[in-house]
C-alpha cells in the first residue's frame, strides 16, 4: 500500500489567501476582534490558529489569545483502537467562559475531531460562542457537524486523502490530494 | 529476602511490544517511563481544570483487589479511574468469602467473571501479582506486594524529583539516598530499580538490621550506615516509616536510638546539596525517623508527592488501558 499525489489542491499563495478572507470573515461575524478567542486542534490547527490571531491583528490592531488543544482524551474510538495515541499537552492559558471562540484545523472530514475539540472546551468553562475554522473541508461528515469558516470545499472519495503541510510542521506550505495505490 | 527472583509472565498475542501490565519496574524502560511521565503532565493538567474528568477510559472497567490495608493508594486508583470516566468495583478481603477459606485463584476467578480489564492489586506475599497474570486476560497493576514492589510508589517520588528539583536535567550523577527501614519496603526497592535505571546513584542507609546486603548488587547502589555520610551531597533524600508491624524483635536496641541516629533533621540536612529535597512516601511518623519542622520546611516536596500519587496513576491507567487488544 502506497500513496500518491493526484493533484494539488492549494498552492502557498491560495492558502494565504484563504486565510485573509478567513480573517476578514471572523472579524465581521463577530463584529470585531474584542472577547474573540482563537483555539487550534494540535497538530495542524495550531498554525493556523496562530496566522489567522496575526491577521487579525494586522487588520484590527487586536491581538486575540490562542490556545492549542489536545482532544486525544475526547476521542470516540479509545475503547477500539489498536496503537495508543500520544497525548499531547492542552495549552489554553485564558479563561474560555464568556468568550466568542473560534476552533481552528486543517481539515474537515467525519467531524468527530470537532466533536471531541467541543467536548474538551466546554469541559474547560463555558465560552459564548464556539464557531469552526477549516482550512479544507473534503465532505463525508459523520456526525450533524459544519464548519462556519472554509477555506476550500473539495469534493473527494473516501479512499483520498487530503494532506496539508504547513511550514512550521512541514517545512512547506500546500495542500495535496493522495491516493492509495494497493 | 533476596530481590533477585524474577517471576515469568504469560506472553500474549499480538501485543506489539506494548506494555500489558505494571507489576515492577524492571520490565519498564527508561524510555517507557519517560513516555508515562509526559502522559502524567497532562493528566495533572486535566486535575487543575473545574471539571476533573475526561471521557478516555469511557466503557473500561477497573477492579481494585486489596487483601491488605490500604485506603490511600486504594482511594488514588478508584479517583484516577474516575476522573477518566471508567467504572470502578472494588474489593476488600475484609468480609469477603477469602475469610471463609477460599483461595486466592477461587476468589480471583468469582471477581473475574465482573470482566473488570484493569485489576489493581495489593497483598501481603510477593509475587501475587505475577501469579494473577496467568489466571485472567486481564491487565494488572501492582499496589505493593510484601517487601518486594510498589512500583507506582516509585513512579510518583521519581515524578515529584522532576517536577521539584530546580533546573531538573535528568537523573544521570544524581545522588538519591533512602533512610530508614529498608528491610521491609518495597517503596525502598522499587525506587532504587528506577532510579538506577534511569542513572542516578542510590545510597541506602539506616541500622545493619535493617538494611540487606542483598541490595548492593544493584549497580549504583550503595549502603551507609552513617546519616551524615549518606547524606552529603545527596540531590533527594527520602526517609521512610520503621514498619513496626512488620518486624521481627530485636531489629532495633530502642526507638529512641534509631531517632538520635537517624531522625532527618534541618542539621543533616545541612550536608546535602543546597537545592536538595525531602522526601517521604507515607504514612509519616513525625519526629521519630523525619524532623516535624523538616516535614512542614520548603524543601519538603511531601504534598508534591501525594498531590502526584493521581496523575501518575491515571497515566498508568490509560497507557496500560488504551489500544490493549
Known sequence: MSLHVKATLMTEQEIGRALNRIAHEIIERNKGADNLALVGVHTRGVPIAERLAQLIHSFEGVMPPVGKLDITLYRD?????????????????????????????????????????????????RPAVIQLAV???????????????????????????????LKDIDGENGVELLEVLP | MTPAITPTVPERASTQGKKQHLLDLQEWSAEEVWALFETTDVMAQVMTRTIKKVPALQGFTVGTLFFENSTRTRLSFERAARAQ??????FATGGSSMSKGESLKDTLRTIDALKADLYVVRHQAAGVPYQLTRWTDAAIVNAGD?????????????????????????????????????????????????WT?????????????????????????????????????AHAVMA????????????LPSLAEYQARYRLTPEVMALADAQALVMHPGPMN???????????SERSVVERQVANGVPVRMAVLYTLLVGRQ
Open chain 2, 286 to 296: 513525625r519526629d521519630v525517623e523525619i524532623d516535624g519542622e523538616l516535614a512542614d
Open chain 2, 85 to 90: 470516566s471508567a467504572d470502578v468495583i472494588s
Open chain 2, 240 to 251: 521512610l516509616r520503621l514498619q513496626l508491624e512488620r518486624m521481627q524483635k530485636g531489629l
Open chain 1, 77 to 125: 474510538d479509545l475503547t477500539e483502537i489498536a496503537l495508543q495515541p500520544v497525548v499531547k499537552k492542552t495549552e489554553v492559558p485564558f479563561d474560555v467562559h464568556g468568550l466568542r471562540i473560534v476552533l481552528c484545523d486543517d481539515v474537515l472530514f467525519t467531524g468527530r475531531t470537532a466533536r471531541a475539540a467541543l467536548d474538551a472546551l466546554i469541559d474547560m468553562g
Open chain 1, 135 to 165: 482550512l479544507v473541508d473534503r465532505g463525508h461528515r459523520e456526525l450533524p457537524i459544519r464548519a462556519d469558516y472554509v477555506g476550500k470545499n473539495v469534493p473527494t472519495s473516501a479512499q483520498e486523502v487530503v494532506k496539508v503541510k
Open chain 2, 146 to 194: 510484601g517487601r518486594r514492589a510498589h512500583p507506582t510508589q516509585a513512579l510518583l517520588d521519581t515524578y515529584t524529583f522532576r517536577e521539584c528539583s530546580p533546573g531538573f536535567d535528568g537523573f544521570e550523577g544524581k545522588k538519591l539516598t533512602i533512610v530508614g527501614d529498608i528491610a521491609h519496603s518495597r517503596v525502598a526497592r522499587s525506587n532504587l530499580r528506577l
Open chain 2, 197 to 233: 535505571k534511569l542513572g542516578a546513584q542510590v545510597t541506602l542507609c539506616g541500622p545493619s538490621t535493617l538494611l540487606p546486603h542483598e541490595l548492593e548488587q544493584f549497580p549504583g547502589v550503595t549502603r551507609c550506615f552513617r546519616l551524615e555520610e549518606a547524606v552529603e551531597g
